[in-house]
Structures are given as C-alpha cells and as structure tokens.
C-alpha cells in the first residue's frame, strides 16, 4: 500500500469487491456500504464468498454464456475451454486476472471481483451520497469479508468520513487485532459485530476459528465504550439452539455498549456465487418461515432483557 497525505489526499490502496448505494441493513439510515476482500474466517454458510480471498479474483456466470469463444481465444493462461457438446469449462487456479476475458465477453458473463482503490477514490464515491446520509442519519459501513484485515486502508478511510462529518460502522467478525480495535475506535461510531455460534468447538466447526480472540475483542470495545451492535446469523441445523439463544441475550444484557441485538435469519444468497467463483457450497439448510423468525426472537427475549429486532 502507498500513502501521500499531502495537501488531504490519501493514496493509501485497498481491494474493493463492491460499493452499494443506498443500502439500509448495513447500519442504521441509508448508508453506502463499502465491501473489502479478505476473511480470516470460513463460515460454512458465507453469503459473500467471493470475499474470503484477499486477492483479485475471476467468476464466471454460466447462464449468460452463449459459447461464442471469445473467452478462449483471448485467454494467454489457457483458463477457458469448451467440450465438444459447447459447455463452457473454467481452470480458475489458472487464472491471472489479467482481465481479457472480462473485456472479451459480449454477454457480461465473466468478470474480476476486487479492484484496487485509494482511499480517496472511494471516499469520491461516498460523499456523492452525503446529502442523504444527513437526511436519514445514515453514512458509511465499512464491510467485507472482514473490513479489519485490510487495516491501513479501513483506518484511513474511517479518519477521512469522520474529518468530513459522515456517520461511520465497521461490520467486523471479531477476530482481527485487538489494537486494531483499540486503534480505529475513536473514528468509528458504530461496531455490527458478528456473533456467529456459542462454544469454542462449534464456532470453530462453523468457522475455522474459535471463539477466544471474538470474546477478547468484544470486551476490548465494552471497556472503551465503543458503541456496538450485536448481529447474529441463525442458521437451522448448524448454530440454531436454546443455549446460543440464551449467550445472545446474556451479552445482550451484560455489556452496555451494546445497543441492540439483530437476528439475521438464513439466506442462500452466497450458493451461486461459490458456484460463479468454482467453489462448493455445502450448506443445507431451510429458508425459515417469518413466523419462525418471530419465535425466535421471543425466545431470546424471553432470556434476559434485551433489546432484539430482525435485520
């Protein structure tokens, strides 16, 4: 990464998967939601797997291929072939990310998630929307992957939104550096901070990583004081239990800086795009129904007094 502070610009680069306009459930008001590559988890059921690597990488989308070959012919890395029945086969270990593929391609059925910006290239994106940040008390979220893991860059970011009066959250899984935490802290108005399972083996199971450094850092934020919204995916057959909802509203009620718990109820969205990226997706869970999603927030309720609403 390079940094040039001079005269206020910042040219200190990250990898960008993604910046959504107008998002409303990463953080409270209409926010502009910055995505970063790079995980240091694995959760099974990762909606956004396209930003565990923190490198460029190439997906491909079969159903808007029309076999013309392009792809192919481009290709200086030999990632593209085709069998003799005209189905489309990609060698991403094979893949540079050179880009000529994406170029290439008439039906937009390729492209390259991760783009390396500056911060000030991103923060151009960001202050186009401040007018409704101010309207609605929203701003920008800092999200990924794991924003953290991409230190320098989500520091300097965070600095340049505050200095310009726009509302920051860090959407984070916990496991970063504690000073890292300690040190982004102060230009930070808001942690969404994942709480993903209950015991160090199953979240280790579902993670690859257990829940020691989660616990150490959360306590690191209640002691600054660090405002923190405590967001738990309940997946079915994998962390849904009465003893993980009974830690959820433990925390909940133990730690002041928490100001709210949110339920985010299972989704799929993250199975096509393992499978445009040439990853698997083993997860097999049931999308719950609204009145099971209402359950459960009762029954965290109903262990201590806190605050929870559905995300």
């Known amino acids: 990464m390079q940094t040039n502070h001079s005269n206020g610009s910042d040219s200190t680069t990250g990898i960008v998967f993604d910046i959504q306009k107008f998002s409303v459930n990463d953080g409270p008001g209409v926010r502009t939601a910055v995505f970063m590559k790079g995980c240091q988890m694995k959760c099974v059921w990762c909606h956004n797997p396209e930003s565990l690597s923190s490198k460029r990488q190439l997906a491909f989308n079969a159903q808007k291929c029309i076999g013309c070959r392009r792809c192919e012919q481009v290709c200086p890395n030999d990632v ?34 991760g783009k390396e910006m500056s911060v000030d290239e991103v923060f151009a994106e960001i202050i186009k929307d401040k007018v409704y940040f101010d309207k609605s008390g929203g701003g920008v979220t800092l999200s990924g992957g794991e924003a953290l893991k991409q230190f320098d860059f989500c520091l300097a970011l965070a600095k340049k939104c505050q200095q310009n009066g726009v509302h920051v959250c860090i959407e984070t899984n916990g496991a970063s550096k504690k000073q890292h935490y300690q040190a982004i802290a102060p230009y930070v108005d808001l942690f969404l901070f994942d709480y993903k399972a209950t015991g160090d083996k199953l979240h280790k199971q579902l993670t690859g990583m257990t829940r020691k450094l989660v616990d150490d850092n959360l306590q690191t934020l209640n002691e600054i004081d660090a405002q923190v919204i405590l967001r ?24 002041s800086n928490i100001q709210k718990v949110e339920v985010l109820p299972y989704h799929n969205f993250g199975k096509g795009k393992a499978t445009e990226i040439g990853k698997e997706y083993s997860v097999e869970a049931e999308l719950p129904e609204d009145e099971t999603v209402n359950q ?3 029954k965290i309720k109903s262990y201590g007094e806190v605050n929870v609403i559905l995300s």
């Not at 593209?80 to 008439?106: E, P, W």
């Not at 738990?232 to 730690?255: D, Q, R, T, V, W």
């Open 80 to 113: 593209h072939s085709f069998t003799a029945d005209g189905r489309h086969i990609v060698n991403f270990d094979a893949c540079q990310t050179c880009g000529l593929c994406v170029d290439a391609c008439m039906q937009d059925a390729l492209k390259i998630y």
């Open 232 to 255: 738990c995916p309940i997946i079915p057959g994998y962390n849904l239990s009465e003893s993980h909802f009974a830690a959820i509203a433990k925390l909940g009620e133990s730690m």
């Open 296 to 298: 459960w927030l009762e």
